[in-house]
């Protein structure tokens, strides 16, 4: 599911910080897969899965170049600290 897109988010409609994240992605023109986990088969597997592998809250979880990046905090570390449009470019998600 990861590694054949530049970018996946693992999210739930019911979760604000995912709308935040998937937002911050849009607005940079970044057209991520997302996998919304409250509306897939097999979501709440999925779910596990992220848990299992670190993932704390497990959504919204994010891979940039079929790596872990991490939740909200994770991803608005790098966008501060301006490593997530280089990451993004380096994955060719992003064209600036």
Request: hydrophobic share 45%; with cysteine; charged share 15%.
């Amino acid at each position: 599911m990861i590694s054949e897109k530049s970018v996946v988010i693992f999210s739930k409609n019911s979760c604000c910080m995912s709308h935040t994240i998937k937002t911050l992605f849009l607005d940079f023109g970044v057209n991520p897969t997302i996998y919304e986990l409250d509306e897939i088969n097999r979501g709440n597997e999925i779910e596990q899965a992220l848990a299992q592998i670190g993932c704390s809250p497990t959504v919204p979880a994010v891979f940039i170049g079929g790596q872990l990046v991490g939740g909200a905090n994770q991803v608005m570390s790098l966008h501060l600290n301006r490593s997530l449009l280089p990451m993004l470019k380096r994955v060719g998600a992003l064209w600036l």
